[in-house]
């Protein structure tokens, strides 16, 4: 994909906005901006095919921060914020992360590699949601009652629910910095392995988040010869079914 050509739009109320007021986040809305596709094409990730719409790109958490110059944990933060406020969506595997721009047919309109609006719908209240701060009230950081409600979702799929009041103090920690997607890749990992189980051998809530969880991150798990098969079958099979 080519990635040095191209324009993309900016309205001057964007000044006005929250974003703007936030060194790294509009550092990051911008960055994003630019990572995104003008058209529609298919990019080969590792044995992947990933197709992407206008208003996507493909990342993942260490390339990202590379990228940007900033922290893993302070990038998975600005990632949660764009989120959590419905500037983007992010679709995660354990390999990556395909990142959309909610809003891009609006605000983004091309012909040719030509702008043929004169204003884009940036700041207009009437047409888009990043018109008012509403949405943004809180974008500078997300609060604790925030990471709560994501930590209580968290808590909400892990198979063996003891232990939660140490966990519900753990938990918004671990989000801040590795992300809430990537936690919840590490509980279904977890879940999946030991799915049929006994009980007394799943461990409990308390124990998964505060050390059981790391073997399970993106960088860390290990996944078993059978699951390395059933990859493999389904990339093969989102092929054919593509290309076929």
């Avoid at 406020?85 to 354990?94: L, R």
């Amino acid at each position: 994909m080519e990635k040095s050509t191209g324009w993309v739009c900016l309205h001057r109320k964007m000044m006005d906005n929250q974003i703007f007021k936030s060194d790294k986040l509009w550092k990051m809305y911008t960055w994003c901006l630019l990572k995104a596709t003008h058209k529609e094409v298919d990019q080969v990730v590792g044995r992947q095919i990933v197709n992407l719409k206008p208003g996507q790109f493909v990342t993942g958490r260490h390339s990202a921060s590379k990228e940007l110059g900033f922290k893993s944990s302070t990038t998975n933060d600005l990632f949660n914020q764009l989120k959590f406020n419905n500037i983007i969506s992010i679709n995660s595997n354990n390999k990556f992360s395909v990142i959309t721009l909610i809003g891009w047919d609006i605000e983004q309109v091309y012909q040719e590699g030509t702008v043929i609006k004169d204003s884009i719908r940036i700041g207009n209240k009437s047409d888009n949601t990043f018109g008012t701060n509403n949405n943004l009230n809180n974008l500078n950081n997300l609060n604790n009652k925030d990471y709560a409600q994501m930590a209580e979702q968290l808590w909400s799929i892990y198979p063996k629910k003891k232990g939660k009041a140490k966990a519900m103090a753990k938990i918004p920690k671990l989000i801040k910095e590795f992300s809430y997607e990537e936690l919840e890749r590490a509980i279904k990992r977890y879940t999946d392995e030991t799915k049929g189980r006994d009980t007394q051998y799943i461990k409990q809530g308390d124990t998964f988040f505060n050390v059981g969880y790391v073997d399970y991150l993106d960088d860390n798990y290990q996944p078993t010869e059978r699951e390395e098969e059933d990859e493999i079958i389904k990339e093969f099979q989102e092929i054919n079914k593509k290309y076929g």
